[in-house]
């Protein structure tokens, strides 16, 4: 096998598609033209004071940054509420100053925090603004002011989010999802301010939004470099793109649905409330219909799944390829998945309503769009797995966290396919089974590359590596943690043990889940914990790291051939860079060095074997 | 429209040039303005904002329980004691479309330099839709003194006046919005800022005719959501 291994290996590498014909080694003239630039120069605006330097700052890195701090930020807290439903679960007579409605509100308040002010905002505010115009090649954003003002509306819009801590009543306990009309009639926790502050909140994250996923949009269309075709750009950039457009459709209906909460609540509209007994007395509502509001939540709910898992797919893939010295097999292929998932993904909404009583017809046409879904997203994970196999892997810490996230990616899709089915869905639909589906799928798998991504891009912000000890620490007791958490809540689903209990009465199943909930709680507190490994990791290398050089994980794309390492405002000195081939030029048969970074001109490869892009 | 002309590059025509477009390097769209394709995308998104209005507003209307009131008896205005159905709303999708066409020409003369005649146009559409708002106020004033309210309608389904206030009011939003940027707009072509490429106040980027056709975009773009509006409230 070992034999036959090392005479194989160069036709696996540079099989997958056409490669210029470099052999002949003669250099034409023209061969490395590219066409002159098409527009002028951006003229940007430079920061004088400390103040526009860097709080209301327009560099779109520091947006970045601040994007990414501020969601961390809301993620903690998100972090620390799932503690507290933990500690309910597993202990509690330890929880004796939690009552249910508390719990409620710390359910809805996670929810919504981690899949729209953490995922959301970190993937596509934090490394959208990082990256994209270093990947593609700007000096910036396209429309720096508004991208700050897109900040600073998030920044606004988490304030109010917590500002409803301290309203009377609380927060909302209604569920993330915030369906009518329980979440504005008395009895719900947090049904007064609450509700209230959490609609207007989404309202300003969705606004605020809007003009920060404009920028990534046209500065993806409009403002690449010369020779960076869409075809070249690294698959991070793509995932985060196409999230963006699916942000952009979808964002709208959790806005109108929204709005017509808002005013159901304040003026006493009737746009989702039907005609109710309250107390033995009917309700001034009437006429409703609380169905529409499903629809139009998970016409944005299930495509933020996607928004969340695109960019981590892009992400991965990049990392990847970096990290196993090898191309991302079928380059071609996962942009087309990434397209072809983003699209689909506005035609399963109704998976999430089988149970809320539609026709039949309805659940038959969802359950198939959403298995035709798994045709993409099976493609990516064999692509993942392609690129992997003969490279030569770094097992260093990045590759650790995408390793987790391939695995972990996997466990959740397939319990997905569980879901999806109409007949299978219906007796686990409201047990653990779902919350240990999403929670692999979309909470651990796309965290972990936001893990990896971190250890990958943190030289590039800061000049210096985490520390790969304290990383291997950070990785492991997250990823075993991770599963003896959510592992045992697959097994709970089936003993129909229901989710967004506050306890288990005296239920016939109590038994068993007393022990696994104990357990649960116990890997939940210390793989919380664990992240704080991390946060010391980031102080400590801050202070006392070791300095990277440039490029220091030898990567083709163009983030990391800026002049200055960290780049400064501009991002490229006195010259844009010129692009010449795609960023997964790695182990190329015939060259120098096993990476051939995108800006080296094809005459000075013309005896390797590269892939023509 | 003629295809701009790009130093080393080939437009073809058709599909082929679409893909060859979509396919090159450094832009998308070959020779638009970045500001003209953000506000293209952010149209896109805010007619996903209507639709979901819309859409909802033929469910609500679909699904209740009590009957729809008759359009032509709720929105008639009484002349001379003749009652005149969808009269008001005539005149003001006449004043209106009228001031898309004024949005027109000021682009066309913006372009042609013509500073003086693109700004009275701008003022002559900033009017027309000021026009629209004022008497999209008389005729909520008529409901409302007529006892229509979001919550309540003497005439039949009390989501009638919801979702008519609730959708108006969104769309009169948008024109308020446009109707402030015009006279914005109108100031700054008077003083001079597009034909000097004076910076803006706050956004810094130098001042270009370009603008004003990016705001008859969205100026174009609000008339034609009005046309829906028109068509599901008053018509069905």
């Known amino acids: 096998m070992s034999d036959e291994y090392d005479s194989n290996k160069t036709i696996y590498q540079a099989q997958s598609s056409e490669t210029i014909s470099g052999s002949s080694g003669t250099v034409s003239p023209d061969m490395d033209h590219v066409r002159p630039a098409e527009v002028s120069e951006q003229d940007l605006y430079h920061g004088h004071s400390f103040i526009s330097k860097w709080v209301f700052c327009q560099d779109a890195k520091v947006i970045g940054v601040q994007y990414f701090l501020l969601a961390t930020f809301t993620g903690i807290i998100g972090l620390i509420l799932s503690w507290l439903m933990r500690l309910q679960l597993g202990y509690p007579e330890l929880a004796s100053f939690m009552t249910a409605e508390h719990y409620y509100q710390f359910v809805t308040m996670h929810g919504m925090i981690m899949v729209v002010y953490f995922l959301t905002a970190l993937f596509l505010g934090g490394f959208g603004n990082f990256l994209i115009p270093l990947m593609v090649g700007a000096r910036d954003m396209v429309f720096p002011y508004l991208n700050m003002i897109s900040f600073w509306m998030f920044f606004i819009a988490v304030m109010v989010l917590m500002a409803s801590f301290f309203v009377p009543g609380g927060p909302t306990g209604a569920g993330w999802t915030l369906y009518p009309p329980q979440a504005i009639l008395e009895g719900t926790p947090g049904s007064g301010m609450g509700i209230i502050l959490m609609l207007v909140s989404l309202v300003l994250f969705v606004a605020g939004f809007t003009m920060g996923g404009l920028n990534y949009l046209i500065t993806v269309l409009q403002a690449r470099t010369r020779g960076m075709t869409l075809m070249r750009m690294p698959l991070t950039v793509w995932g985060i793109f196409t999230a963006t457009i699916l942000a952009m459709l979808a964002f709208p209906a959790l806005l109108v649905g929204g709005l017509m909460v808002v005013l159901d609540k304040l003026l006493g509209t009737s746009f989702f409330m039907p005609t109710m007994l309250k107390a033995g007395e009917i309700l001034e509502y009437g006429g409703g219909s609380p169905i529409l509001f499903q629809h139009l939540f998970w016409f944005f709910g299930h495509p933020e799944v996607y928004i969340v898992a695109l960019p981590a797919f892009g992400i991965v893939s990049d990392l990847i390829s970096v990290h196993s010295r090898k191309n991302i097999f079928g380059y071609r292929m996962m942009v087309w998945a990434i397209v072809g998932i983003g699209g689909l993904s506005f035609f399963v909404w109704a998976h999430h309503m089988y149970v809320s009583g539609m026709n039949p017809w309805f659940g038959f046409f969802f359950a198939s769009t959403t298995l035709i879904i798994a045709v993409p997203t099976a493609m990516k994970v064999y692509n993942w797995i392609l690129t992997l196999w003969r490279g030569n892997i770094r097992m260093n810490v990045v590759m650790l966290w995408c390793l987790g996230f391939i695995l972990t990616f996997v466990n959740g899709g397939i319990t997905g396919l569980f879901l999806g089915n109409v007949t299978v869905d219906v007796p686990l639909s409201d047990t653990y089974f779902v919350i240990a589906h999403f929670h692999m799928v979309m909470g651990i798998a796309p965290l972990m590359v936001i893990m990896g991504a971190v250890y990958h891009w943190f030289p590039l912000v800061a000049g210096r590596f985490l520390d790969e000890k304290l990383g291997k620490w950070h990785f492991w007791i997250t990823f075993l943690g991770a599963y003896s958490i959510y592992f045992p809540m697959h097994y709970l689903g089936f003993i129909g043990v229901p989710r967004r209990y506050f306890e288990m009465y005296d239920s016939p199943y109590i038994t068993s889940a007393t022990g696994m909930n104990e357990f649960i709680s116990m890997a939940a507190f210390l793989v919380g914990a664990a992240q704080l490994i991390l946060i010391y990791n980031i102080i400590k290398t801050l202070k006392i790291g070791k300095r990277a050089p440039k490029n220091p994980w030898k990567a083709n794309s163009l983030e990391w051939h800026t002049p200055t390492v960290p780049p400064e405002h501009g991002n490229w000195g006195d010259r844009l860079p010129v692009v010449h081939r795609w960023p997964y030029d790695f182990s190329v048969p015939g060259a120098k060095e096993d990476f051939i970074p995108q800006t080296t001109p094809p005459s000075e490869v013309v005896h390797t074997e590269v892939e023509k892009t | ?236």
Not at chain 2, 8 to 37: I, L, P, R
Not at chain 2, 46 to 53: A, L
Not at chain 2, 62 to 84: Q, Y
Request: proline share 3%.
């Open chain 2, 1 to 236: 429209m003629s295809d701009p002309k790009i130093e080393g590059y080939e437009f073809k025509s058709g599909f082929k040039g679409m893909a060859a477009d979509a396919g090159s390097d450094q832009t998308m769209f070959k020779g638009v303005h970045w500001g003209k394709a953000m506000m293209w995308i952010f149209l896109l998104s805010d007619t996903f904002i209507f639709s979901c209005f819309l859409i909802s507003y033929m469910k609500g209307r679909g699904s209740t329980p009590i009957d729809w009131p008759n359009p032509s008896k709720v929105f008639a205005l009484e002349v001379g004691g003749v009652s005149v159905p969808l009269l008001l709303i005539a005149i003001m999708t006449f004043v209106l479309i009228t001031s898309s066409g004024t949005m027109a020409l000021a682009v066309k003369f913006g372009y042609e330099r013509k500073r003086k005649l693109c700004g009275w146009l701008l003022l002559a559409t900033a009017l027309g839709g000021l026009t629209f708002v004022g008497m999209q106020a008389f005729e909520w004033s008529k409901l409302i003194h007529e006892g229509v309210r979001p919550w309540t309608n003497p005439f039949g389904a009390e989501q009638f006046g919801s979702f008519f206030f609730m959708i108006t009011g969104f769309h009169g939003t948008h024109v308020s919005i446009g109707v402030i940027f015009l006279s914005i707009y109108a100031y700054k072509t008077f003083a001079g800022h597009y034909d000097t490429g004076k910076r803006g106040w706050f956004t810094s980027i130098k001042g270009d005719y370009v603008e004003i056709e990016i705001l008859g975009l969205y100026w174009h773009f609000v008339d034609l959501v009005w046309v829906f509006i028109f068509a599901f409230f008053y018509l069905w």
